[in-house]
T-cell receptor, first 115, second 115 residues
Framework: SAVISQKPSRDICQRGTSLTIQCQVD?????MFWYRQQPGQSLTLIAT?????????ESGFVIDKFPISRPNLTFSTLTVSNMSPEDSSIYLC????????????FGSGTQLSVL | AQKITQTQPGMFVQEKEAVTLDCTYDTSDQSYGLFWYKQPSSGEMIFLIYQGSYDEQNATEGRYSLNFQKARKSANLVISASQLGDSAMYFC????????????FGKGTRLSVIA
């Protein structure tokens, strides 16, 4: 199984600022996924990040707000830009390996509070 | 239509008893995977168990087992000998198709284990 280190684990930010979340995987993974979990809610997919190409965003999420980088097969970042209190959520990254349905493991999450 | 349905917002179980958390799914794909994750108050997503659509036997991982009924499209999680540390949110999720596709999550069930 892949181990995914995610940081920061939590942060309190001011409105209008940006925060970059990093995920480091201990092995190469083909795809990485970024999720948002709003308070008391389930996980919602933000985007899928493949190395060497632009991330694919889900409906309701745009690149200007959530730019993603995937410079290699073990690392990805998600930036939450121009934050507002509505962005207060847990953000989680997840990594996938192989060509078939395989287990997906998650980073430990980033609890973001925007004041 | 929801792809993953968890009808129990909250469940209580006595310590050392078994508990079943319900999950039904909706997909037209022949190949898919079903997952259960545990999310304690710390926010991390802990992988519990995986069932592939072509697996003929129900998956088991220690005290966790998955009651897979393909015709009914259900994938219930059974936790045996509940422990106080099992108190958490539990999410059922599905990954459709073959390849690196993201997970779709249910709304979750909050399990409380009572001493």
């Amino acid at each position: 199984s892949a181990v995914i280190s995610q940081k920061p684990s939590r942060d309190i930010c001011q409105r209008g600022t940006s925060l970059t979340i990093q995920c480091q995987v201990d092995s190469q993974v083909t795809m990485m996924f970024w999720y948002r979990q709003q308070p008391g809610q389930s996980l919602t997919l933000i985007a899928t990040a493949n190395q060497g190409s632009e991330a694919t965003y889900e409906s309701g999420f745009v690149i200007d707000k959530f730019p993603i980088s995937r410079p290699n097969l073990t690392f990805s970042t998600l930036t939450v830009s121009n934050m507002s209190p509505e962005d207060s959520s847990i953000y989680l990254c997840s990594g996938g390996q192989g060509e078939t349905n395989e287990k997906l493991f998650f980073g430990s999450g980033t609890q973001l509070s925007v004041l | 239509a929801q792809k993953i349905t968890q009808t129990q917002p909250g469940m209580f179980v006595q310590e050392k008893e078994a508990v079943t958390l319900d999950c039904t799914y909706d997909t037209s794909d022949q190949s898919y995977g079903l997952f259960w994750y545990k999310q304690p108050s710390s926010g991390e997503m802990i992988f519990l168990i995986y069932q592939g659509s072509y697996d003929e036997q129900n998956a088991t991982e220690g005290r966790y087992s998955l009651n897979f009924q393909k015709a009914r499209k259900s994938a219930n999680l059974v936790i045996s000998a509940s422990q106080l540390g099992d108190s958490a949110m539990y999410f059922c999720a599905m990954r459709e198709g073959r390849g690196n596709t993201p997970l779709v999550f249910g709304k979750g069930t909050r399990l409380s284990v009572i001493a």
